[in-house]
């Protein structure tokens, strides 16, 4: 996992876009799978993830991660997903549009796992 971080921060310059992308699905897919009971451990590491990207301005990295780890995970996202959903709003009017797009998946991927209660409130 060291070895994916480093390579998605201690580049300056992304090199190849399609490699980074391959790195980043690998590190989201050991972020999904890491065990239920490990679950605090694991928005500790999303939270760290989202802040190294916001100083690297690197966002992008942060709503592929969340949106392929709430599609993907077992666990139960209930209690961080206010916080995933902030995270990933602050750049609803980017004026990137693929990263509006990359905003809105995160969003379906997110509230695709809420309980419909959860939605109502």
């Known amino acids: 996992m060291a070895n994916l971080e480093e390579e998605l921060f201690t580049l300056d310059e992304i ?17 999904a799978n890491i065990p239920v009971r490990d679950y605090v451990q694991t928005n500790d ?20 991660l969340i949106a392929h780890f709430c599609k993907h995970t077992p666990q139960d996202i209930e209690k961080f997903a206010p916080i995933y959903l902030d995270n990933a709003f602050k750049y609803m009017n980017h004026p990137d ?25």
């Not at 090199?15 to 972020?31: C, F, G, K, P």
């Not at 590491?45 to 592929?64: G, V």
């Open 15 to 31: 090199d190849d876009m399609n490699r980074i992308q391959h790195v980043l699905m690998a590190y989201a897919e050991i972020i």
């Open 45 to 64: 590491q999303i939270t760290l993830f989202f802040e190294t990207t916001e100083k690297l301005n690197r966002p992008a990295f942060y709503l592929d």
């Open 97 to 121: 549009q693929s990263l509006v797009a990359k905003v809105i998946a995160a969003f379906d991927s997110i509230m695709g796992r809420l309980s419909k209660e959860t939605q109502m409130l």
